[in-house]
Nanobody, 123 residues
Framework: QVQLMESGGDSVQAGGSLTLSCKAS??????????MGWFRQAPGKGREGVAA????????VYADSVKGRFTISRDNAKNTLYLQMNSLKPEDTAVYYC??????????????WGQGTQVTVSS
C-alpha cells in the first residue's frame, strides 16, 4: 500500500498563496496511468475534488471553483505531488487531502488517501 503524506497547510489571509505537497512512499503513482488528486473537506460539508493530474502525461483536471487560481503539478524524481494555491478565498478553508490511483475528480475511485492538511483562509 502506497502511503501519502501531505504538508504545507497553514493559515493565510484572503488573497494569499500556499503550496501543498504530497510525498508518496514509492514512485508507483507517479508513473502510473491513474490520476493523483487533491480533495478538500470544509467543516460540515462533504469531500470535494479540487484538482487531479495524470502523472505519466501531465494531463490535469480542475474543479470550476479553483480554475485559474490553483495549479497541480508533480515531481516524479521526488515522488511528490504539489498544489499551488493563489488568490485564496475564505471559502477555500478546508482540510486538503492527497489521493492516489483514481479517476479525475471522482472521489470514490481513489484507493489511497493521505491524512490531510489544514488550510485556513481569513478575510
Amino acid at each position: 500500500q502506497v502511503q501519502l503524506m501531505e504538508s504545507g497547510g497553514d493559515s493565510v489571509q484572503a488573497g494569499g498563496s500556499l503550496t501543498l505537497s504530497c510525498k508518496a512512499s514509492t514512485y508507483t503513482y507517479l508513473l502510473s496511468r491513474t490520476y493523483m488528486g487533491w480533495f478538500r473537506q470544509a467543516p460540515g460539508k462533504g469531500r470535494e475534488g479540487v484538482a487531479a493530474i495524470l502523472p505519466a502525461h501531465g494531463t490535469t483536471v480542475y474543479a470550476d471553483s479553483v480554475k485559474g487560481r490553483f495549479t497541480i503539478s508533480r515531481d516524479n524524481a521526488k515522488n511528490t505531488l504539489y498544489l499551488q494555491m493563489n488568490s485564496l478565498k475564505p471559502e477555500d478553508t478546508a482540510v486538503y487531502y492527497c489521493a492516489g490511483a483514481g479517476d479525475k475528480l471522482v472521489e470514490s475511485t481513489y484507493s489511497s488517501w493521505g491524512q490531510g492538511t489544514q488550510v485556513t483562509v481569513s478575510s
